[in-house]
Nanobody, 115 residues
Framework: QVQLVESGGGLVQAGGSLRLSCAAI????????MGWYRQYPGKQRELVAV???????NYADSVKGRFTISRDNAKNTVYLQMNSLKPEDTAVYYC?????????WGQGTQVTVSS
């Protein structure tokens, strides 16, 4: 059974940085992409960044130039480096491992940016 474990969220002042990590415990076959989504209260999850296997990384327009997604395939871990954080980045962040058969989600980690 696969479990995704997130870490790195917290409280930071505007302009600061955080790095989120998401490690997969268990074997994941046919992994197609790793990514990060975020969710505001009462809203649907929205894409932040996705790194397809062998493809081009995509970012939401609102985070381009500030956030960077990276992956360590050997450690089955995906990261989200968040710089120049803004209060509107405050949300619960979820990592995603997308396979040919199933989407695995992390438990979510709260990121709060104070003004």
């Amino acid at each position: 059974q696969v479990q995704l474990v997130e870490s790195g969220g917290g409280l930071v002042q505007a302009g600061g940085s955080l790095r989120l990590s998401c490690a997969a415990i268990g074997s994941i076959a046919s992994l197609n992409a790793m990514g990060w989504y975020r969710q505001y209260p009462g809203k649907q999850r929205e894409l932040v960044a996705v790194a397809p296997r062998g493809g081009t990384t995509n970012y939401a327009d609102s985070v381009k130039g500030r956030f960077t997604i990276s992956r360590d395939n050997a450690k089955n871990t995906v990261y989200l480096q968040m710089n120049s954080l803004k209060p509107e980045d405050t949300a619960v962040y979820y990592c995603l491992y997308r396979t040919s058969y199933y989407d695995y989600w992390g438990q979510g980690t709260q990121v709060t940016v104070s003004s």
